[in-house]
């Protein structure tokens, strides 16, 4: 008696697994992984440098440390924190895909930057956003009303009381 193989409309759907959706870009930028440590009592945090990153996903290239499979991969201090899941394990590399995705504009300015040190420190809007020859515009302060002034400065403001 012959097998016939059981098909569901599962078998029949093409995966979105193994389909690329978003343009890799090779970067060499440090950045730090976030994860809870045994039994969820401490949190612990491993460098690591990401190799490809995307919309989606991203590739980070890590020493002999065991990573659990949820994770963060923070940019910046604390500037980005971006939940992730390992999809693929190599021999010291990790394929990780993001939970959110990130805005292509965002992928495309880290792409640019020159320093693989400058996602490890705080990363602002100068960094990212603006070009070496453009510095970034300060906010015009609003100045208060002389009168305002002149009463916060050194007269008690009178209420009449309640009664």
């Given at each position: 008696m012959k097998h016939t193989k059981r098909t569901t409309y599962l078998s029949r759907v093409?995966?979105?697994?193994?389909?690329?959706?978003?343009?890799?870009?090779?970067?060499?930028?440090?950045?730090?992984?976030?994860?809870?440590?045994?039994?969820?009592?401490?949190?612990?945090?491993?460098?690591?440098?990401?190799?490809?990153?995307?919309?989606?996903?991203?590739?980070?290239?890590?020493?002999k440390a065991q990573i659990p499979?949820?994770?963060?991969?923070?940019?910046?201090?604390?500037?980005?924190?971006?939940?992730?899941?390992?999809v693929q394990r190599d021999p010291g590399h990790l394929q990780l895909c993001f939970l959110k995705e990130l805005k292509p504009d965002f992928v495309n300015r880290l792409s640019r930057m020159t320093s693989p040190f400058a996602t490890l420190e705080s990363l602002g809007r100068a960094p990212i956003s603006a070009g070496e020859d453009m510095q970034p515009k300060?906010?015009?302060?609003?100045?208060?009303?002389?009168?305002?002034?002149?009463?916060?400065?050194?007269?008690p403001t009178r209420h009449p009381k309640r009664q």
């Open positions: 093409q995966s979105d697994y193994c389909s690329r959706k978003w343009y890799c870009r090779s970067v060499t930028l440090f950045c730090n992984l976030l994860f809870t440590g045994q039994w969820m009592r401490r949190a612990q945090i491993i460098r690591c440098l990401v190799v490809e990153i995307s919309e989606g996903g991203a590739t980070v290239r890590i020493g499979d949820h994770l963060y991969l923070v940019i910046g201090r604390f500037d980005v924190l971006v939940g992730c899941i390992v300060l906010r015009p302060m609003l100045l208060a009303p002389p009168c305002a002034r002149e009463e916060r400065m050194g007269h």
